[in-house]
């Protein structure tokens, strides 16, 4: 590192990342094991949607700290930032936008679970029949809008970026183990086509058994232990 004031933004950083990573598919399981515990109200898999059950305050709660919790990956990036400033500064600058606009646009995307999908998915079963209709192509467009293109187009896709360019970095430098950046970049490889054949609908069901954001939390927790690891020359 060029600047020694920076080291203690690099360990906060490699924290953040790390701190992301395991909440992130914490959170992830214990959201999915207290819906499975919950009532099933209907389903809406006809309409490529999701079956509804009766969500808790508990739920809602775990669904907003969820949203947030990608905003813990820019200081993550900022502080991979000062690591490798020193002969990479504009492609890690370039990474670091790519970031925070993925970090962002995730955070846009999952807040619409505890907020727009919350309301609509469980008063839809309760309107008549005539506006059930109008209503589940209301949260198919929420849901194609805020899911797919900014939340895994603009949100994976940004830190996909920056993953790729982080990767490149590490097989460069000399601060890290070369193969530390070998294996990030082949996870970034993994990650973006399994979100390439899952979008195609070449292989529709892949999602089922490799579900790209677990990869993506496996690459961000590496680079945070990295950036732990490492210390000053």
């Known amino acids: 590192m060029s600047h020694g004031r920076h080291t203690t933004m690099v360990i906060i950083g490699g924290w953040s990342m790390v701190i ?55 200081p993550g990036a900022v502080g991979a930032f000062y690591i490798f400033s020193d002969k990479y500064e504009a492609n890690m600058r370039c ?34 029949a005539a506006q059930q209709g109008m209503m589940i192509i209301l949260l198919q467009s929420f849901h194609t809008y805020f899911g797919v293109y900014v939340g895994d187009i603009m949100g994976f896709g940004c830190l996909l970026v920056w993953f790729f360019i982080s990767s490149i970095i590490m097989i460069k430098t000399d601060h890290m183990p070369h193969i530390v950046g070998i294996i990030q970049l082949v996870l970034a490889i993994c990650a973006a086509l399994i979100l390439t054949v899952r979008y195609t609908g070449l292989v ?30």
């Open 20 to 74: 992301f990573s395991i909440l992130f598919v914490g959170i992830t399981l214990l959201i999915d094991s207290l819906a499975q515990a919950q009532q099933m109200l209907y389903g809406l898999e006809q309409h490529n949607l999701f079956k509804v059950a009766a969500g808790s305050n508990t739920i809602r709660t775990l669904l907003v700290v969820y949203a947030i919790l990608p905003l813990l990956i820019i």
């Open 95 to 128: 990474g670091l936008f790519f970031a925070a606009a993925g970090a962002f646009a995730l955070t846009l995307s999952l807040l619409m679970l505890p907020s727009i999908n919350w309301h609509l998915a469980t008063y839809i079963n309760t309107l008549p």
């Open 204 to 233: 529709p069901d892949i999602h089922v058994n490799v579900q790209a954001p677990g990869i993506f939390a496996l690459w961000i927790f590496i680079y945070g232990i990295a950036l732990i690891s490492l210390r000053k020359d």
